[in-house]
């Protein structure tokens, strides 16, 4: 590598590396396993070098490293969707990163809070891949409204639309059993079928 | 407020997004429904936040620097994670070849195990063992059985011996984590059978017990040596 390609190389790390853990952990949150998730963050980021003169000039590089992932991820999505062998019946598996939480002093609560997490990574997975998706970017990674408008081209309107239903469906999921809302249960309020959201989009 | 009222706007009220809270204040102190309903909300908020901290491994402190240096260095010969072991005249005969390793294993020591696979355990220590599948094409609506020893368990299936899924491989690596744990000493022979139309192919694992994870550690070290 010459001199200009090695600028280039340092330019192009000093503006992606604020950015990589926050986009490692989209590339997880669309394909929801290590190998896919690796090759994604890969290619995004043989595509951004490819465009470092456009990339330098942003004033927002994270957001549109994400665009360029999600893009990507859509585009090819028979390679990177979760096609795993453990996809079809995926509910009933516990998940390895579930299963190595980190333990707390306290043998029964970390039994407890393991046994949530797995409650709450089968719900997830009964999701369609749109109301999983905006939950994963908005609730869990933290994401703003407009930031996944200008990631997925999606309108906030449509984005706020699509996140309260997945909630209302995921609070349905898990209410369904009786440990995860510590009998916080409540009778469903009238007319709430007519807001039912659909078993997939 | 109705309560069907409070009901369209929960997400909003608990994002702080409304300005009418005191009134949903005053709504909920009064319902115990829409309290409860709230309370849910909220605790589904906070379980998210939690996942979020959980569910995503960290990846090798290594791993950005490789591929950083991949992007502006090795475009086009980049070391993608999957795709192996293609060229196999029949995905089924040939093209599937199972993989053993337990535990943390991507980047580290992957190698095909010629039979027969073994896996040591200790009893009632749950162990994640990750079944590597390869295969050269895709395969659609396969049949995965899993059958078990007595004494071995996969976690989530208590008291079941065999276990089976509809799924479908892709071109290249298929992972199936399966959480064991072993609830009496004597071990035996686990079976993974893939069926797909007429064919099928069967891998056999050989599950030891120890009793406890010291001697489960000391049987591993002579093992390696």
Redesign the interface.
């Known amino acids: 590598m010459g001199a200009s390609g090695t600028k280039n190389a340092e330019g192009f790390e000093e503006l992606v590396r604020p950015h990589l853990e926050r986009l490692y952990r989209y590339a997880w949150r669309l394909t929801a396993a290590k190998p896919e998730a690796e090759d994604l963050f890969q290619d995004v980021l043989v595509k951004a070098f490819d465009r470092l003169p456009e990339l330098a000039a942003l004033t927002d590089p994270g957001t549109w490293l994400a665009r360029v992932m999600y893009n990507h991820f859509v585009d090819n999505r028979r390679q990177f969707a979760r096609r795993r062998v453990f996809s079809i019946d995926e509910s009933q598996l516990p998940e390895a990163s579930i299963e190595n939480l980190a333990g707390d002093l306290d043998p029964a609560l970390d039994a407890e809070r393991r046994q949530r997490m797995q409650q709450l990574d089968r719900a997830l997975s009964a999701l369609s891949d749109e109301y999983r998706l905006v939950v994963l970017m908005h609730d869990v990674e933290g994401y703003k409204l407009s930031e996944i408008q200008d990631i997925t081209g999606d309108p906030v309107g449509t984005v706020k639309s699509r996140l309260h239903r997945a909630r209302a469906r995921l609070r349905d999921l898990l209410g369904a059993d009786a440990t995860f809302f510590h009998g916080a249960s409540c009778k469903p309020v009238s007319e709430e079928d007519t807001d039912a959201v659909p078993a997939a989009e | 407020m109705p309560?069907?009222q409070l009901?369209?706007v929960i997400?909003d009220y608990i994002d702080g997004l409304r300005s009418d809270a005191l009134a949903i204040d005053r709504h909920i102190a009064g319902c115990?429904?829409?309290r409860?309903?709230v309370?849910?909300?909220r605790?589904?908020?906070a379980?998210?936040?939690?996942?979020?901290r959980?569910?995503?491994?960290t990846?090798d402190p290594a791993?950005?620097t490789r591929?950083?240096r991949?992007?502006?260095?090795d475009?086009g010969r980049?070391q993608?994670?999957?795709g192996w072991l293609k060229g196999f005249s029949s995905a089924l005969a040939a093209g599937l070849v199972i993989w053993l390793v337990a535990g943390d294993w991507?980047g580290t020591h992957e190698q095909p195990v010629a039979a027969p696979l073994q896996v040591t355990m200790a009893l009632e220590s749950?162990r994640?063992i990750?079944?590597v599948?390869s295969s050269a094409t895709d395969l659609s609506d396969a049949t995965?059985t899993v059958s078990l020893p007595p004494g071995i368990e996969?976690?989530?299936?208590q008291g079941q011996r065999e276990i089976s899924?509809?799924?479908?491989?892709?071109e290249g690596?298929?992972?199936?984590?399966?959480?064991l744990i072993a609830t009496s000493p004597q071990g035996g022979e686990l079976l993974a059978t893939l069926q797909h139309d007429d064919d099928n192919k069967t891998f056999r694992l050989q599950v030891t017990v120890t009793q406890t994870t010291s001697e489960l550690a000391k049987h591993q070290m002579e093992y390696r040596t």
Do not use: K
């Not at chain 2, 379980?47 to 979020?52: D, F, K, M, N, V």
């Open positions: 309560c069907q009901n369209d997400d115990n429904d829409c409860q309903r309370e849910r909300a605790s589904l908020q379980a998210l936040a939690e996942y979020a959980t569910s995503v491994p990846p791993f950005f591929a950083l991949a992007a502006v260095q475009r980049r993608h994670t999957r991507i749950p994640t990750n079944l599948f995965l996969i976690r989530g299936f899924w509809m799924t479908s491989l892709r690596r298929n992972v199936l984590p399966l959480s």
